[in-house]
């Protein structure tokens, strides 16, 4: 499998519950970020910007991933 990103990169992540109970959207942003290492990136510590929110979707609950290479991020 090919490791999409070798650099610096931008972590988006949006995070849709299917309700309102109380989860801390940190340890779900460790768990996604830790859950791409060597698929997305050769490891996590390439990540030197992160944006991440959550919302409630009870029809379609999901997590939005975008990761860009740093240079083009800015």
Known sequence: ???IETGPVEFRLSVFMPNARRVDLDNIIKSVTDALNGICYT???????????KAIDRENP????A????????
């Open 1 to 3: 499998m090919k490791i």
């Open 43 to 53: 490891d996590d510590h390439q990540i030197v910007a992160i944006t991440a929110w």
């Open 62 to 65: 999901r997590a939005e991933v």
């Open 67 to 74: 990761i860009m290479p740093w240079a083009t991020a800015n």
